[in-house]
């Protein structure tokens, strides 16, 4: 008997991905979103969207009716992610939930403070079978947002990463491990370090857009603060201009240069290249 899966987050990268695969390999999904008429509206799926909101327990039983499988993303944005995972984690444990697959971070196992490694660590303790995901930066935070804004407007990466290396991810190799995961057995009690199969200074991620578009991409290294004004002029909050600033740190630190093969021994395939990446998305940067 066909299992039924929740997606939290759906609407995100990440969940959009990963609902679109598990519903091609004929899996029962549930889409979670705050809004599911709206998601339904403008949605190419046959998934059910159903109300979930973590401002909001009690949508939590209703969402988790009959769910055996979760895909977990607990706000990752949010310095308090673990204040409201832990309520819904209690509500799977009462659902008698099977499996739970959770979107966490890369090096989260090295920072007891992070919120995201409070979230591992409940859910750990909660008796539940788990899989953490723990990604590097997404490669698409070049095909959104202000990063793609500032691209195609001035031709310039401007951001405060100094010469460190980042093996940047595609969240469609993030959505198949996930699926993979919560359908394959063999994964329960896991957790996969998601990276590409190669580390990339900046320098070297707009010479891959400059040929791909070709046009001449440069990249500015900013110092912290007038980041923080450029973030702000953008309409961050400055909780989230502090994160992100916190973020660079770490990679200016080095700790997101290490190449993981978790992908690779997931899937049996390398993860996608950003030379790749960049020849799909090239005409997003052309002007």
């Known amino acids: 008997m066909a299992m039924k899966t929740l997606i939290i987050g759906a609407t995100g990268g990440?969940?959009?991905?990963?609902?679109?695969?598990?519903?091609?390999?004929?899996?029962?999904?549930?889409?979670?979103?705050?809004?599911?008429?709206?998601?339904?509206?403008?949605?190419?799926?046959?998934a059910r969207f159903i109300e979930f909101d973590f401002?909001?327990?009690?949508?939590f039983a209703p969402a988790l009716e009959g769910v055996e499988r979760v895909f977990l993303i607990a706000r990752p944005g949010d310095e308090h992610?673990?204040?409201?995972?832990?309520p819904l984690i209690d509500e799977m444990k009462r659902r008698r939930v099977r499996h739970v697959v959770n979107l966490s971070a890369m090096g989260a196992e090295l920072r007891s403070d992070f919120s995201l490694r409070?979230?591992?660590?409940?859910?750990?303790?909660?008796?539940?079978?788990?899989?953490?995901?723990?990604?590097?930066?997404?490669?698409?935070?070049?095909?959104?947002?202000?990063?793609?804004?500032?691209?195609?407007?001035?031709?310039e990466l401007r951001i405060p990463a100094a010469?460190?290396?980042?093996?940047?991810?595609?969240?469609?190799?993030?959505?198949?491990?996930?699926?993979?995961?919560?359908?394959?057995?063999g994964h329960?009690?896991?957790?996969?370090?998601?990276?590409?199969?190669?580390?990339?200074?900046?320098?070297?991620?707009?010479?891959l857009f400059s040929r791909a578009a070709g046009r001449t991409i440069r990249y500015v290294p900013l110092g912290e603060e007038e980041t923080r004004t450029t973030l702000r002029t953008a309409g961050l909050s400055p909780e989230r201009v502090e994160r992100l600033i916190q973020f660079y740190r770490l990679v200016r630190d080095g700790y997101c240069a290490p190449v993981s093969p978790d992908v690779r021994a997931v899937l049996g395939r390398p993860a996608r290249t950003l030379a790749r990446f960049a020849r799909?998305?090239?005409?997003?940067?052309?002007?």
């Open 188 to 207: 329960l009690g896991k957790a996969y370090t998601l990276t590409g199969d190669e580390a990339l200074d900046c320098d070297e991620v707009t010479g």
């Open 81 to 86: 992610a673990d204040s409201v995972a832990r």
């Open 14 to 46: 990440v969940g959009r991905e990963l609902l679109a695969q598990l519903e091609a390999s004929g899996e029962e999904v549930l889409a979670a979103t705050r809004n599911p008429v709206g998601a339904a509206a403008g949605a190419r799926t046959s």
């Open 118 to 155: 409070k979230v591992e660590l409940y859910l750990e303790d909660s008796g539940l079978g788990f899989t953490h995901l723990r990604p590097n930066w997404f490669m698409q935070i070049f095909s959104g947002g202000p990063l793609l804004a500032g691209l195609r407007a001035t031709g």
């Open 163 to 185: 010469r460190a290396k980042i093996s940047y991810i595609d969240v469609r190799d993030i959505a198949a491990v996930a699926a993979r995961a919560l359908t394959v057995p």
């Open 55 to 59: 401002e909001r327990p009690e949508t």
């Open 280 to 287: 799909e998305h090239a005409s997003l940067w052309t002007s």
